[in-house]
């Protein structure tokens, strides 16, 4: 028995499975965890993550390993938490080395969609390449990046703000969360998605009411899911003319439209890659979904236990 316990945590819930050696999911557990208190303490995150894990483990004396995706900044494999949107107050805290020494038992800790990417890479959709691109679509837009079989973090914990790069700088960009305009995650994102179709039509849809509709030959609704597909291909593309990687893997609620996104995605490419990288980029829909956060902290418990 090899098995490992993995979690994706999110803003405002913690997810949580037991993974088998062969990459099965056991006994998903689902709990709310707020980090949108701005003012949490380190002390104080450490032992509600504390709390939450020890319930689990006190049942399973034979897990010896966690892995966990986080939405935070972290350095190489450190496990130490640089920063968090999140949680504005806390830096460098050793959050990986903390929850083992509350837990016993090993724990890695990572960014949250360089986890997803760690997952597609392992498990999914990217099985088998070296160098990965990753791309999630949420409620924000991530990045993961994998460089010849090492999980790229940058020096800062900071590689791969995919999300706001800057795909438009006409009079009309669209604001962005992070202060600039004519960020990628200013179209791309399930909010920017919601927000932009309430614009057009009036109407107050989630991404998934919005693809419905597209779906339906509605215009609006399809011409906002293309406009997504088309600013994400030239951030795409433009990460590619840095990095050179073939293999790029997209999760997240928006790929539920993937009939559209997909050829919107591929017409920017061609339009914006150079001639030896054009038309030699693959761009595969994830096969985990939502579980590719999961399975990458599950590969990192599984790898350095
Ligand atoms: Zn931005």
């Known amino acids: ?3 490992v316990l993995a979690a994706d945590i ?10 088998t050696e062969q990459g099965e999911l056991q006994q998903q557990l689902r709990s709310q965890i707020d980090l949108g208190d701005r003012k949490l303490t380190e002390d104080a995150l450490i032992e509600r993550l504390a709390t939450f894990f020890s319930g689990i483990l006190n049942d399973k004396p034979d897990i010896k390993a966690v892995g966990i995706g986080f939405p935070g900044f972290f350095i190489g494999d450190t496990g130490v938490l640089v920063a968090s949107p999140n949680l504005p107050n806390l830096h460098h805290v050793a959050l990986a080395e903390k929850l083992s020494h509350e837990l016993n038992v090993a724990v890695h800790i990572q960014n949250d969609a360089l986890c997803a990417a760690i997952g597609e890479q392992t498990y999914g ?3 088998g390449v ?9 409620t924000g837009v991530g990045g993961g990046l994998i460089l010849d079989d090492v999980p790229y973090t940058g020096e800062g914990g900071m590689a791969m703000e995919l999300g706001h790069l800057r795909v438009a700088y006409d009079n009309a960009a669209r604001v962005c969360g992070c202060g600039g305009s ?5 179209y791309a994102s399930a909010t920017a998605i919601s927000a932009r179709y309430a614009e057009v039509t009036g109407a107050q849809l989630d991404t998934r009411q919005i693809y419905e509709r597209a779906h339906h030959n509605q ?3 399809i011409n906002i899911i293309e406009s997504a ?5 030239i951030a795409i593309a433009q990460s590619i003319k840095l990095l050179d990687i073939k293999t790029v893997t997209i999760s997240g609620g928006l790929t539920g439209a993937w009939l ?3 050829p919107a995605i591929m017409t920017s490419l061609d339009a914006e890659l150079i001639p030896p990288l054009k038309g030699k980029i693959k761009v595969h829909r994830s096969i985990l979904d939502d579980n590719a956060g999961i399975f990458g902290a599950a590969a990192i418990a599984r790898v350095k236990q």
Do not use: S
Request: charged share 15%; hydrophobic share 40%; with cysteine.
């Open 1 to 3: 028995m090899n098995h």
């Open 10 to 19: 999110g803003g405002t819930n913690i997810r949580a499975t037991v993974v």
């Open 125 to 127: 959709a990217g099985k």
């Open 130 to 138: 070296r160098n990965l691109l990753h791309v999630t679509l949420g």
């Open 182 to 186: 004519g960020c990628v995650e200013a």
């Open 219 to 221: 215009r609006d609704a």
């Open 229 to 233: 597909g088309h600013y994400l291909g």
């Open 260 to 262: 559209l996104l997909y």
